[in-house]
């Protein structure tokens, strides 16, 4: 069976602090394919085993060597920053590359994604992205972000009675992401502004809080916002299904995880008219899209019919689950296996092997 290196844009305790590193196994190693996994990184501190993998502290320039002593038959770097720089330009002849591109940021996407073998992006909007520098579009691939069905689905009502208590208002608009601009929360809070006093506001993210407080403050909405840092992976699905409506207006995203997961648990999604969104939400079949979701009150608008229109309501939580169906953990566990297996039979016909003109006048670029 094959091994894998995989170069993490983080730490394992990074990871750890996130409360997501207990799914490392099965992400890395999707279905057992590989043999052995072997996490090679310069933000590691020490060598151990965790999680399934053989954790070695790794700087670029050793990489070589520690692809060749393990066996390594593939090398993947999660990042198109930093660890792709790593994984391209240390590369070792005969082992492909793989790199993923997460984000529409232009910052991350590095010119030394050109050096990769393929290119995984978790959307078409990250892939039109990515093909700006990897100008190869047979070798980049759309494998987008999986969610657990078993951990994700609907919760029973009679499940939220903490939750009624800790939040009164009759309304609830839940907003899960990282307390930063790329997730509009601002916009929400304005429109929070706009919407009624039954509604409230839940902001689950990490990130600088006091910004967003004291625009609650200046807005007079703060008594009906709750800032929380974190919530506990396991009971996210509760949220999910308890909010009247999970709105993110995300001015730009990569993929938007937090939409397959709500409407994975039948939760009522309203968010920005953009891709990737656009992609796998369907206005008004399983979810409401908003084009100008810089206007607090067109936001406030789509919130109130989440809210009260019972029938839009019915509609969408009935087609939410169905409609992810495709992003279910096996499914995309099984099309990441596939292309394991396409890269090693490409390798084996020798498809990404540099020619020797090619590498005396261009370096192997």
Known sequence: MPRLAVIPSDSIEAYKSKGISVRLKDYYTPLHFFDGVYLLSPLEKEKKFEFGMKIIPTGPRQLGNRVKELGIDIVRAYGADWACDMACNYKTEGVPTVVSVHDTNPELLHNSIKKADIVFCVSEAVRKH???KFRKPDRVWVLPNRVDFKVMRPAAGDKFEDLNRKYPSKHKILHIGRKEKQKNLDTLIRALKVLAEDYCLVAVGRGNVHRYEELAREQGVIERCYFIESIENEDLARYYSWADCV??????????????EALACGGVVVTSDIAPMNE????????LLVKDHEDPRALAEAIRSACNDRGI??????????????????????????????????NQNNEFKISFLRRVFYGGR
């Not at 709105?247 to 397959?260: D, K, L, T």
């Not at 969408?316 to 039979?345: C, G, H, P, Q, T």
């Open 247 to 260: 709105c993110v207006p995300s001015r730009w995203e990569g993929f938007g995880i937090v939409f397959i």
């Open 280 to 287: 796998y939400i369907m206005h008004m079949k399983n979810g």
């Open 130 to 132: 990515a093909l700006a």
């Open 313 to 346: 309501r019915d509609a969408l939580k009935n087609n939410a689950r169905k409609s992810v169906e495709r992003f279910e953990k096996d499914r995309i566990d099984k099309m990441e296996v596939d292309y394991y297996k396409k890269i090693l039979a490409m």
